[in-house]
């Protein structure tokens, strides 16, 4: 079993448990002084909702147990580097214990379950809570910037999240001039450096408002520089839609709107500025989900958390603001996920993921004279990307819109993404093969929108195109040679002597062109072209599959003597398990009785756990059984007989051969004539024996 690292985060106050446990040790505290190191602040700038006379204990808790997640995730530092592989350091155990004033709800199982659920697949780490009675708990009026009296508030019909970013924004505004609601909005306020363009926003919705003025309610949460390790902002819509839900409960209503394109929403693998990205899962369906069934047992009564932008394009949003009269709104609004670049005179960085999106979706919609140059500090579409990140997310960006314009069905679209299928289950109102569907012409939609920018760049570029004046990494470019347009490097700058034939690896992604052709890019099937790699780079050579294997593989880190010898603190459990590397069965009979008594020992440990409610001790005993019970199930056959090994030269063989015949299939819909070439059982053969043999001429370039 993998083991995750610890993080015991002791909150409020809460001293942490005399037995010492493995992992970090970090202290949150709410009601600290400015300025200490555990120190996170919460504050609520609007005075006029009587949040001290209406709110329950619970929610005054929830508010809480958001910020404390919030300032923990961010002083959780996660090896983001390697998010598209998930590994150990990326995924972190974060075991909590808070102090709440509404003990019993907290306790409770489905109300505990609600909340691990939501937080795991939305951080993804590992949450646990064990909670504690508040024994001095703070009023909830400390938390108001104004002493003022309450008064007495309109009728309002509906509560949205409000960031000031353009989707937000877009629904802002038709929610006051389309709907004619009467809104209440919602805003966090991680950092000062949002104030004044809050501000300005809030005046100008004011003026948009055809009757009852919005309310809006500011709740700033931060913590203290000491805890800002982490730039990743996973579960920022968890404290967002706590503070949401707090309000709703507030004025009495029992719904809260996020307003989200649906690409955005679903955000599904582009690169690994993305996959690990700073939004990833903010308003995924199934997040939304969560966040409704956790108010709903906080209200006691059905409550919805709603995206309805679940089905418009970015190009659709930036069309529904125009339309309702916000098109000199555009400039004032904030998109950019690098909140630690932006300055007062240039609000967006340029080069994100987010601005990227921003930028194309205004040349889709024949918005781009309203989004006004000078609040980017990078021109993507002519400036030089010199960071590599950069330039492979444009590059798997437009990739990606390539791709679907190949793709012809639902079917297919999650045969090539997956991760749709943790999505179509939780899209409301909608069966799952419905759900499909709609994703589905959403991103075609999206494709399509993507095609008509980069042909309106085209032309808006057309002289510096012809008169070649840009660099060889800025979006035109990359834009223009990824669709068939070979553009000539600038003479001044840079020279570019590109190699008839290229397979090389290029940070996340592998490229390839075959004689001369256009270059394409491959993101997935990575082990296929490694063995594919290491082939072309020893033409004529015929290797094993295990030679194949060990050789395109990096080298393993070498251990110390306590892994060696088994005396390392993160020795996996099963290491009783004896692993057999040829012949015979994959478990002997008395391994086989050492682990059913261990099993029996958990489950004996379980009860006792239940019986305590300790949580956190419960967690890791499932835990451990789980891995037992998966090693028994791939060991023991239905009958309990002990399964054969298969030999180990013909699974490595099989192996071998399906990786090829997976990145064959991907060559095929990239390059005719390159997959022709290697289908050619003369130039390579793979399976028992591997090699490349190329005809005369053909030079690979693999560095």
Request: charged share 25%; net charge neutral; glycine share 6%.
């Amino acid at each position: 079993m993998i083991r995750h690292r610890e993080n015991h985060i002791h909150c409020g106050g809460l001293p942490a448990p005399k037995k010492r446990k493995t992992g970090k040790t970090l202290a949150l505290n709410l009601h600290g002084k400015l300025g200490d190191e555990d120190h996170v602040n919460l504050r609520i700038e609007h005075f006029h909702i009587p949040f001290g006379r209406t709110l329950a204990p619970r929610f005054i808790d929830l508010v809480e147990i958001a910020a404390y997640v919030y300032a923990a995730d961010q002083a959780t530092i996660r090896q983001y580097q390697d998010t598209d592989r998930f590994g150990m350091d990326w995924r972190q155990r974060l075991h909590f214990r808070i102090p709440v004033r509404d003990l019993e709800f907290w306790t409770r199982p489905d109300v505990e379950k609600a909340l691990v659920d939501v937080l795991d697949f939305l951080g993804d780490h590992f949450f646990s809570f064990s909670f504690a009675k508040a024994k001095n708990p703070v009023p909830f009026q400390d938390y108001l910037t104004s002493a003022e009296a309450p008064t007495i508030l309109p009728a309002y019909d509906e509560i949205a999240m409000f960031s000031g970013g353009l989707d937000s924004l877009a629904g802002a505004v038709e929610s006051l001039r389309r709907q004619h609601q009467r809104m209440v909005f919602v805003t966090h306020l991680p950092t000062t450096k949002n104030n004044r363009l809050i501000t300005d926003l809030r005046a100008e919705l004011h003026a948009l408002a055809p009757t009852e003025p919005p309310l809006h309610v500011a709740i700033e949460v931060n913590k203290s520089k000491d805890l800002g390790k982490e730039p990743t902002q996973r579960v920022r819509s968890f404290l967002f839609a706590c503070l949401g839900a707090t309000t709703a409960h507030a004025i009495g209503l029992n719904r809260l709107t996020f307003f989200e394109n649906g690409v955005i929403s679903l955000n599904l693998p582009l690169c690994g500025q993305v996959i690990g990205g700073r939004a990833t899962r903010t308003t995924h369906p199934r997040v939304l989900d969560g966040f409704s069934r956790l108010f709903s047992l906080a209200f006691e009564q059905p409550f919805e958390v709603r995206n309805p932008y679940l089905e418009k394009t970015k190009a659709d949003v930036v069309r529904i603001l125009i339309d309702q009269g916000g098109r000199q709104l555009i400039g004032k609004s904030i998109s950019c996920a690098h909140t630690w670049e932006r300055r007062a005179d240039q609000t967006h960085c340029g080069h994100c993921s987010q601005c990227l999106d921003r930028r194309l979706a205004m040349l889709s919609a024949d918005a781009f004279d309203s989004d006004p140059s000078s609040i980017y500090r990078t021109n993507i579409f002519t400036d030089s990307l010199p960071e590599e990140t950069d330039r492979i997310l444009v590059s798997t960006y437009i990739e990606r819109a390539r791709t679907m314009k190949q793709i012809s069905t639902p079917e297919e679209f999650i045969i090539r993404y997956p991760e749709v299928l943790e999505a179509v289950e939780f899209v409301p109102g909608a069966s799952p093969d419905r759900a499909a569907r709609l994703l589905f012409d959403l991103y075609k939609r999206h494709s399509a929108e993507i095609d008509h920018a980069i042909k309106a760049m085209r032309i808006r570029y057309s002289d510096d195109i012809h008169e070649h004046r840009l660099p060889g990494d800025c979006l035109v470019r990359i834009a223009t040679d990824s669709s068939g347009t070979v553009s000539s490097p600038v003479a001044e700058t840079r020279v570019f002597d590109e190699p008839p034939c290229l397979f090389r690896r290029f940070d996340e992604v592998w490229e390839f062109r075959f004689i001369g052709g256009r270059k394409f890019i491959i993101k997935d099937n990575d082990t296929g072209c490694a063995y594919l790699h290491y082939l072309l780079s020893n033409p004529g050579e015929s290797f094993s599959s295990h030679q194949l294997d060990r050789a395109s593989k990096p080298p393993m880190p070498t251990r110390s003597d306590a892994e060696v010898l088994g005396t390392s603190p993160h020795q996996d459990e099963l290491s009783v398990v004896e692993e057999l590397d040829h012949g015979g069965t994959a478990i002997d009979a008395r391994t086989k009785t050492e682990i059913l008594n261990k099993i029996k020992e958990l489950r004996a440990a379980r009860a006792e756990a239940e019986r305590a409610g300790n949580g956190i001790e419960l967690g890791e005993i499932e835990e451990e059984l789980n891995g037992y019970r998966r090693y028994l199930n791939g060991s023991v056959t239905n009958a309990g007989a002990a399964r054969k090994i298969q030999d180990p030269t013909k699974r490595m063989n099989d192996s071998v051969r399906a990786a090829f015949n997976r990145l064959l299939g991907v060559i095929e819909s990239k390059d005719a004539r390159f997959h022709t070439h290697l289908t050619n059982r003369d130039h390579l053969i793979y399976g028992s024996d591997n090699a490349y043999r190329p005809p005369p001429g053909t030079d690979w370039v693999t560095a």
